[in-house]
């Protein structure tokens, strides 16, 4: 084995030993993030369905459009000029 292999051996078998010291500062910071992701997912979603809403309003305005022209048309009323 390498002298990096045997290194890395002795590093984990040591690792449980190791201590990890979280400071309640990390935490709070840590926490501050996770609320403040879940408000911006929350936000973004919101949007995104108000968004979606109003797409399906102008897709049915848009279809209303193209079937009274498709009535007008065919009715022939006079004085209205329609692409044949």
């Known amino acids: 084995m ?10 984990l ?19 501050v993030l996770v609320v403040i992701s879940a408000v911006a997912v929350a936000l973004v979603s919101h949007l995104n369905r108000q968004q979606y809403a109003q797409l399906g309003a102008l897709e049915r305005e848009a279809n209303q459009m193209n079937a009274d022209t498709v009535d007008i048309c065919s009715s022939r009323v006079p ?5 044949e």
């Open 79 to 83: 004085g209205v000029r329609c692409r």
């Open 13 to 31: 078998s040591e690792w449980p030993e190791m201590q990890f010291r979280v400071s309640p500062l990390h935490i709070a910071v840590i926490w």
């Open 2 to 11: 390498s002298d990096r292999a045997v290194q890395l051996c002795v590093s």
